[in-house]
């Protein structure tokens, strides 16, 4: 374990931002984590996994702590279900094709999401009519205050749509060091609700689809929609799907006939942000180096050499537009740093 002087975070982003970080470590055990979170001179840190859901705006003056954790085990299983222990620094999609060669089922919706396993519960991330929650167990953590394990169940991470208490009130308390999945050997519960799912699976003549025929249909679909963030810097959805009453979503559809929705409640409807920010006119719009994705509005990307500030400023742009068309606040999905 080394910290290291003025290093560029470029390579540790999704969204290929190059920013300096004044002191950066990288740690690869639970011991090595605590030794760097006692270390008194140097009161500022920022914790960093697989830098999916963040944007950077500026030089970090503090110590980066780059969680390396490493190690998949199955720690007790039973007829129908095996119990999983994956580090926080495993990346999540090779976890899920480890899952799927196993024939460990739950996660295969959940394919080539970006990112590490340490930060899927924090946004509770999901896919394709499946969320973390539905395949999560426990995870044990790292109290910043204490610096001593803390065991989460299910309940206590109080899952939301794209939401835990990791974003509420054990924000910025907590380093997830390890999660625990609870998935089925067979009798897997397979979700092919969503229509594209369905679709892709019958151009590819599959009516009894195992879990990787859902795991290779939804790569297929995720890349034909979504740009590969090793060729276009980007950091996924960068905003949250708006949740609006059912009353104002009716007067939406007196302007536009074609708005999508989907039934939160009795009284709640959920908007794609995607719609709403092509209908914009944002789609495919390019700021020189930085712009709106031209196959999936709901992502900003970089397309290189583009600052944070720049990004950050056309998100606002964008939230306002549709403030002033729709009347809807749409909130970023990743982390403004």
Known sequence: ??????????????????????????????????????????????????????????????????????????????????????????????????????????????????????????????????????????????????????????????????NSIFKQEAKGKYIITSVIFKLTKHNHNLNVNYGTITTELAKRGIDQPSIKDISKAVIAIRESKLPNPKEIGNSGSFFKNPVISKKHFEKILENFEDAPSYAVSDNEVKVPAGWLIEKAGFKGKRFGNYGVHKKQALVLVNYGGANGTDILELSKLIQKTIKRIFNISIEAEVNIL
């Open 1 to 162: 374990m080394q910290i290291n002087q003025n290093i560029s975070l470029k390579p540790f982003n999704t969204f290929g931002i190059d920013v300096l970080s004044k002191h950066f470590v990288s740690v690869q055990s639970i011991d090595e984590l605590k030794v760097v979170l006692n270390l008194d001179n140097h009161s500022e840190k920022l914790i960093l996994g697989g830098g999916s859901n963040m944007l950077l705006t500026k030089n970090f003056n503090g110590l980066v702590v780059h969680i390396d954790l490493k190690g998949i085990d199955i720690i007790s299983e039973n007829d129908e279900h095996v119990f999983v222990k994956a580090r926080a620094g495993e990346n999540w999609h090779e976890f899920v094709v480890w899952c799927i060669n196993n024939n460990f089922g739950g996660v295969e919706n959940l394919s080539l999401i970006p990112g590490n396993v340490g930060t899927a519960p924090i946004q509770n991330i999901g896919a394709y009519g499946v969320e973390l929650k539905d395949v999560f167990d426990s995870c044990e953590a790292i109290s910043l205050d204490t610096i001593k394990a803390k065991t989460f169940t299910k309940a206590e991470c109080k899952f939301g749509y794209r």
